[in-house]
């Protein structure tokens, strides 16, 4: 377990706080119209939560499955230590099964695992080795958010005039333990001195952009505008944009990245208008045991999120869904990925190491 020096995890658009015996999750779903908090008492109340996007975000949903394990550990009723580890493997795969495709999950429920499994005692000692375990992980992701953010001014490209950047979905605060990845990088240039304007992407179906970042940029104070979709190439063509930074959901060994469904389509985009496309992510989110983006698994979600919008039906009866939550963009349409280790090329993340 690493010693660094402590941050402060207790900020209002920090998204998951841990009180007492139960933890306390911003409701996502219903910003930003109201800020509100789910109380989180069970691990089947955590995995319910991760499924129905509550809380959501790759490093966010890690963070949450680890205290979803705590919680599942105090569930657990007395008997010998076997029967505790056995049980407490079935809370970790029931959080497994939440969603398929944030590398973060896994990689946090198997370092709650590793946890209990080289903790010597009784259930109690477990119970208060995984509790610590857990707290340093929702710690640690806030340091290595505001590490992405220098590493990340450092491969900003250098223009006379304050930058101007797109990004897509929410990669802010709201989708980690806090601070952000791409959007820290964002707030590590607004800090600097060297932004000038946010563009968001409404990123349909959930429209994370619209409700999360927007509402993260007002918070900060930082200026944003909001584009729909369909509007990057547009805004490219008229030289309105300096730079894309989005964030990773699961990013193979050569660089392919999954994240939000039209992650790709933006990367294409911005090759053919020479914009400077960059993935922002912790190490958690490399999965080194794949070779290229190819095995990565796309979380299909319920159609009801394309055919209607809040309780809005927009489409007839009658029709077919299809709604990848999605999608992998080849390492050649990325300039860099920038990790709390420094930025890379795609092709170099194995000289950063593993998480
Ligand atoms: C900081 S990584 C956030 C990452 O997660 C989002 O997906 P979802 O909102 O479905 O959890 C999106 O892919 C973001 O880039």
Redesign the pocket.
């Known amino acids: 377990m690493t010693v660094s020096p402590s941050v402060s995890i207790n900020n209002p658009i920090y998204p998951i706080r841990w009180q007492e015996d139960r933890v306390y999750l911003i409701d996502q779903t219903r910003l930003p119209i109201e800020r509100a908090e789910v109380e989180i008492r069970t691990s089947e109340e955590m995995a319910r939560a991760i499924e129905t996007?509550i809380v959501?975000?790759?490093?966010a949903?890690g963070v949450s499955a680890a205290y979803g394990m705590v919680l599942g550990a105090g569930e657990i009723p007395a008997g010998t230590l076997e029967e505790f580890r056995s049980k407490l493997k079935t809370v970790a795969d029931r959080l497994r099964r939440t969603r398929p495709t944030?590398v973060n999950l896994f990689w946090a429920i198997d370092r709650m695992l590793e946890t209990a499994d080289r903790t010597t005692g009784d259930a109690d000692d477990i119970r208060r080795a995984l509790w610590e375990t857990a707290l340093q992980i929702q710690e640690d992701d806030v340091r290595t958010c505001k590490a992405i953010g220098e590493h990340g001014l450092a491969v900003l490209p250098e223009t006379p005039e304050k930058l101007r950047i797109l990004t897509h979905?929410?990669?802010g605060a709201l989708?980690?333990a806090g601070y952000?990845?791409a959007l820290g990088v964002i707030r590590s240039a607004w800090s600097a001195n060297r932004l000038l304007k946010v563009y968001a992407d409404e990123t349909r179906p959930?429209l994370?952009g619209s409700k999360l970042t927007a509402w993260e940029c007002v918070q900060d104070g930082i200026p944003v505008t909001l584009l729909t979709d369909s509007m990057a190439a547009h805004c490219m063509k008229q030289k309105m944009i300096d730079a894309v930074i989005?964030?990773?959901?699961r990013i193979a060994a050569n660089g392919d990245t999954a994240?939000?469904i039209g992650t790709y389509s933006l990367a294409v985009v911005s090759k053919a208008h020479n914009v400077p496309f960059y993935v922002a992510a912790p190490l958690s989110t490399v999965d080194f045991s794949l070779a290229d983006g190819s095995g990565i698994p796309i979380e299909e979600r319920n159609p009801s999120e394309v055919y209607q919008v809040g309780s809005t039906r927009i489409c007839p009866e009658g029709v077919d869904f299809y709604n990848p939550?999605?999608d992998v963009t080849p390492a050649e349409l990325i300039a860099a990925i920038i990790t709390e280790r420094g930025a890379v090329k795609p092709g170099d993340l194995k000289s950063l190491g593993s998480s």
């Open positions: 996007m959501r975000g790759a490093p949903i944030a979905c929410n990669t989708a980690t952000g990845t959930r994370q989005v964030g990773a959901d994240n939000k939550a999605f």
